[in-house]
């Protein structure tokens, strides 16, 4: 999909985070005050290995446990919104996550603990949260790497504004484990340095971090509207995307009619990779110019399947509060002029463009407005 | 005529990456290894990565150094010279070709 939707009845009637530093207006403060969660931290956990920024919940180990320590923490991020008969063909559930509980097979095989390969598949996961959460069955499951919470969310907007739902839940979660921080520390985009989004510097480097996140999307009702939606894919590699930038300008040229006329904050996806981070900054730049651009990475590290989602959530929070939080550990000089290192006062501002990238050159874009 | 260095390194791609179309000794020591050149893709050049740090007990430790360091063979057999344990590299001295 490269056409957005364009709408002011779809809207957020609540939505919620957590990461390393708290819930979403906890993290919206804390990033403000340029509090970094990223940590060293021996990347495959146990066993050791090279020390590299993660950012983990309090108390949490990157190990995996067995049930998995993060279902209570999912039971408490949705507490705000348990009373509502979710999973059912009016109130259905969409979940997103990049690596679902893919640690606890790499567990299972490594350290032969029982019961960890129930968990460890996007149907074991998803089919335990439903269970733990007492959900019914339907249930929608998107994994697209980096831009699995903005799959979600379109389709969540669609079955609202067709009709075919009164509310839906959109879920994303990505907790760490040996296995994921493993696979990108072998990449060496997960290395010892700390990353700084939109940074210009030799050598790129992202951080990881746990997070999860709601929203419900209904009509109507809610102080935030979803006002435009854009994917486009590549399909153009296996991890790279087109050199020129293009994937990065076409996700962005769907939104124009929506963004005309309003003055906008830019949320980007900025892991702290050079070659991603110059393309996609020089595309914000080009299509709305003097908008100031901010990364929350550097702090949070990349949450994976769960960014969008976490970050819109923190976005939200930030809108709300008045203050939209700068891009934590980067400095000047940057890969544009428009990236904003420091915190803003945001209340002149129409609203925020929310954006994610991934592997294989996904991209997707989100304009969450006032009402 | 290559040094046991290069030579080795061109075996080592064409093992590690099972160019079985490709004649170890018509790797140019200057021709791309990514994209143009050999064609290597993101993915070749993680397993060579791997493989060079196992072979040579090297660290490459970011995104861009491993850029920098499979820019071409010659490029290759200049960064592991650099970083490699000397005694290391002399045991190829006596590596066969094949």
């Known amino acids: ?371 | 005529m290559n040094d046991p260095l290069t030579l080795r390194l061109k075996h080592l791609i064409v093992e590690t990456l099972r160019l079985e179309d490709v004649d170890p000794q018509q790797i140019e020591d200057d021709k791309p290894l990514i994209g143009s050149g050999l064609s290597l893709d993101s993915i070749d050049a993680l397993e060579l990565v791997v493989r060079i740090e196992k072979e040579f007990g090297i660290k490459i430790s970011s995104s861009e150094e491993s850029r920098q360091a499979l820019a071409s063979v010659a490029a290759l057999a200049q960064f592991i010279r650099q970083r490699a344990d000397p005694a290391r590299l002399a045991s190829l001295a006596g590596t066969p070709a094949n």
């Open chain 1, 1 to 371: 999909m490269s056409a957005a939707a364009v709408s002011d009845s779809v809207r957020l009637a609540a939505t919620g985070c957590i990461t390393p530093l708290g819930d979403a207006t906890a993290t919206a403060a804390a990033l403000v005050g340029g509090v970094r969660a990223l940590q060293p931290t021996p990347v495959l956990g146990r066993a050791g290995g090279e020390a590299v920024p993660l950012a983990l919940l309090p108390g949490r180990a990157l190990d995996e446990t067995n049930p998995p320590a993060w279902v209570p923490v999912l039971r408490a991020l949705l507490a705000p919104v348990a009373d509502r008969p979710w999973g059912t063909a009016r109130f259905p559930v969409a979940i997103a996550s990049s690596n679902f509980g893919v640690g606890s097979l790499y567990a299972f095989r490594r350290y032969g603990e029982d019961g960890s390969a129930d968990h460890g598949t996007p149907h074991g996961s998803t089919d335990l949260v439903r269970r733990e959460l007492g959900w019914g069955p339907a249930l929608a499951v998107f994994s697209h790497a980096c831009v699995s919470a903005h799959l979600a969310l379109a389709h969540a907007s669609r079955l609202v504004l067709a009709g075919a739902a009164d509310e839906v839940l959109v879920l994303a979660y990505d907790f760490l484990s040996p296995f994921v921080a493993g696979g990108f520390h072998a990449l060496k985009i997960l290395n010892a340095q700390f990353p700084a989004p939109y940074q210009a510097r030799a050598t790129g480097s992202i951080g990881l971090g746990d997070g999860a996140a709601y929203a419900v999307v209904t009509r109507g009702r809610g102080d935030l509207a979803v006002a435009a939606q854009s994917l486009h894919n590549e399909l153009h590699h296996f991890t790279a995307n087109r050199a020129d930038g293009s994937g990065f300008a076409t996700v962005l040229a769907p939104l124009a009619p929506a963004v005309a006329g309003r003055k906008l904050w830019l949320k980007g996806h900025g892991t702290g990779t050079l070659e991603a981070g110059q393309l996609e900054a020089a595309a914000l730049a080009q299509a709305f110019p003097g908008a100031p651009l901010v990364g929350w990475k550097g702090s949070l590290g990349h949450t994976l399947g769960s960014c969008g989602l976490v970050e819109l959530a923190v976005a939200a929070a930030a809108l709300r509060a008045g203050t939209t939080p700068g891009t934590v550990g980067s400095e000047a000089p940057t890969l544009a002029p428009n990236v904003a290192l420091a915190p803003f006062a945001n209340a002149g501002f129409d609203g925020v463009l929310c954006t994610s990238n991934a592997f294989g050159g996904a991209h997707a874009a989100l304009l969450l407005s006032h009402v």
